[in-house]
């Protein structure tokens, strides 16, 4: 079966300070991988997609972006973090097979001070 | 470009009531349609999902949605309402053949159950 794993589970980083988040899914090949944020009380905001090593969609211009350096690795990061950045992280996947159907991670909070 | 709406950001219910949570989309090809469920800090879970057959789906949990073409509407129903069932909800909509390899998730409503 497959599993999607997120780590850290909770952070807190200082404002200015570097950021990476990691998502690794174990019992597939060639996922599409996806990257989310949820705001306080907001919905979830599309980040980054990508369809395969190397190959990443921004949906959202900001302060992040993303790495696939292996097929079953998504990497968030940032160099320099504001306020805004703080939130809930989801990372999904979904097989090329299927209706674009979703499986997601447990999430990361970051805490942005 | 898909979309959707979901009607009623809190939805309040005594525990033993219908749930009735609305979700409308807005799409230009033939649509896959989900629903999510999300408890607090933690991940989304997969409900139930149309992808073109039947179009009354039965999801986990007791819960069940009707993929209405002519209304446009993807509303989620559970005939009696569980304490359990406090979470927040996300209608997703993806369309059939597109290049875009992604969902577009509705803001979300919040469930209350009262007891």
């Known amino acids: 079966s497959q599993t999607i794993h997120q780590w850290p589970a909770t952070l807190v980083q200082p404002v200015g300070s570097p950021l990476s988040l990691e998502c690794t899914v174990e019992g597939t090949s060639n996922p599409n991988l996806y990257w989310y944020r949820q705001a306080a009380g907001r919905g979830l905001q599309l980040l980054f997609y990508s369809v395969g090593i190397g190959q990443i969609s921004s949906e959202v211009p900001q302060n992040l972006s993303a790495s696939r350096p292996q097929d079953r690795q998504f990497i968030l990061s940032s160099k320099k973090l504001l306020l805004s950045d703080s939130g809930f992280y989801l990372c999904?996947?979904?097989?090329?097979?299927?209706?674009?159907?979703?499986?997601f991670g447990p999430g990361t909070r970051l805490t942005v001070l | 470009a898909q979309s959707v709406t979901q009607l009623g950001s809190h939805v309040s219910v005594s525990e033993g009531a219908l749930v009735l949570l609305r979700c409308n989309y807005s799409?230009?090809?033939?649509?896959?349609l989900f629903w999510y469920v999300q408890y607090p800090n933690q991940g989304l879970q997969l409900l139930l999902k149309?992808?073109?057959?039947?179009?009354l789906v039965k999801g986990i949990n007791g819960f069940e949605a009707e993929f209405k073409k002519s209304e446009t509407s993807f509303h989620l129903t559970k005939p009696s309402a569980h304490m359990s069932d406090a979470a927040e909800y996300f209608c997703a909509v993806s369309e059939q053949g597109a290049g875009r390899r992604a969902l577009t998730f509705g803001s979300g409503t919040r469930l209350q159950v009262q007891p």
């Open positions: 999904a996947w979904a097989s090329m097979r299927t209706y674009n159907e979703q499986f």
């Open positions: 799409s230009s090809v033939p649509p896959y």
């Open positions: 149309y992808t073109s057959a039947a179009t």
